[in-house]
């Protein structure tokens, strides 16, 4: 009669059981590292958000967390590095443009490095490689000082962001600011990420560094030092201020980015293998796992 009972219950669990699953997902890449020396600011890390359907249970999808691009006292930023979830790559946000440098490309792009000759130096573009819909925005444009080559020198664009562009640098001692993040209630509770750095003030170092944009991005360097990337947001990292590369002109990293994961409570998440960072916390019918580090498999049972 056990048995019998035992079969009965388990046809009853195959029964109700889910095939395959949909889960919700925000992945959000490294941010870039700014540029040094009137460099432009650090672009975010791309943004990506929406409903991957038809997963299977008891069955391996890749999740990895970008780390920030690091910030440099003589060269342009490092970009950030690109997070995934199963088949949802997010880019990392590319890095600002040191002394009369473009930006570079990425998830979203630099900003262009200020300086001297002529033309002035671009951020770099976003949305790279394009993905729909876009993960990201262009770097801004450098302010540039004609008087000659080594001569004062303008300020950094502001790096690119996941909800706009950066800002353009205005003139020689204001640079761009970074442009503003986007907004996500996956947790429960509206947060900003992939707000772009802002570029560094022109030569000599007393001039106004970009803000950062909302969503992390740092400020750039001028009377106040250049700010990081705040961690796991994808943030851009501050461009330095202008003078010698190996002082005033240093520039700061990109904050790290984060995958977040929502699905039924009824199941539970495991990382096979291990190598990720995560907590889960439960939200009404809901489980959300914040991945904060590290790159692994995880399955559902």
């Given at each position: 009669?056990?048995?019998?009972?035992?079969?009965?219950?388990?046809?009853?669990?195959?029964?109700?059981?889910?095939?395959?699953?949909?889960?919700?997902?925000?992945?959000?890449?490294?941010?870039?590292?700014?540029?040094?020396?009137?460099?432009?600011?650090?672009?975010?890390?791309?943004?990506?958000?929406?409903?991957?359907?038809?997963?299977?249970?008891?069955?391996?999808?890749?999740?990895?967390?970008?780390?920030?691009?690091?910030?440099?006292?003589?060269?342009?930023?490092?970009?950030?590095?690109?997070?995934?979830?199963?088949?949802?790559?997010?880019?990392?946000?590319?890095g600002g443009g040191k002394w009369s440098t473009v930006g570079v490309a990425g998830g979203s792009g630099g900003g262009g490095g200020g300086g001297s000759p002529s033309p002035a130096k671009t951020g770099g573009a976003g949305d790279t490689p394009s993905v729909s819909p876009s993960q990201g925005n262009a770097g801004g444009t450098a302010y540039i000082d004609t008087i000659s080559w080594g001569g004062a020198g303008g300020g950094g664009g502001g790096g690119g962001a996941a909800g706009a562009v950066g800002s353009n640098a205005s003139a020689t001692q204001i640079a761009g600011a970074g442009g503003n993040g986007t907004a996500s209630s996956i947790t429960g509770t509206s947060v900003t990420y992939a707000g772009g750095g802002g570029g560094g003030a022109g030569y000599p170092a007393s001039g106004t560094g970009g803000a950062g944009g909302t969503g992390g991005g740092g400020r750039g360097g001028g009377t106040l030092t250049p700010e990081a990337g705040t961690t796991n947001t994808g943030g851009g990292g501050g461009g330095g201020a202008g003078g010698h590369p190996s002082t005033s002109g240093t520039s700061s990293a990109g904050g790290s980015g984060v995958v977040i994961l929502k699905y039924p409570s009824t199941l539970t998440i495991s990382n096979p293998g291990g190598g990720l960072t995560y907590t889960t916390s439960t939200s009404g019918s809901y489980k959300i796992t914040t991945f904060t580090a590290g790159t692994g498999n995880v399955s559902w049972a």
């Open positions: 009669m056990a048995g019998a009972l035992s079969a009965t219950i388990a046809a009853a669990y195959a029964v109700s059981a889910p095939s395959s699953i949909d889960v919700e997902y925000l992945v959000v890449a490294g941010g870039a590292g700014g540029g040094a020396d009137r460099g432009g600011g650090g672009g975010a890390g791309g943004f990506r958000t929406g409903t991957s359907t038809g997963l299977s249970l008891a069955t391996n999808y890749t999740v990895t967390v970008g780390g920030g691009g690091a910030g440099s006292p003589s060269a342009s930023g490092s970009s950030g590095s690109n997070s995934v979830f199963s088949t949802i790559t997010s880019n990392g946000g590319g």
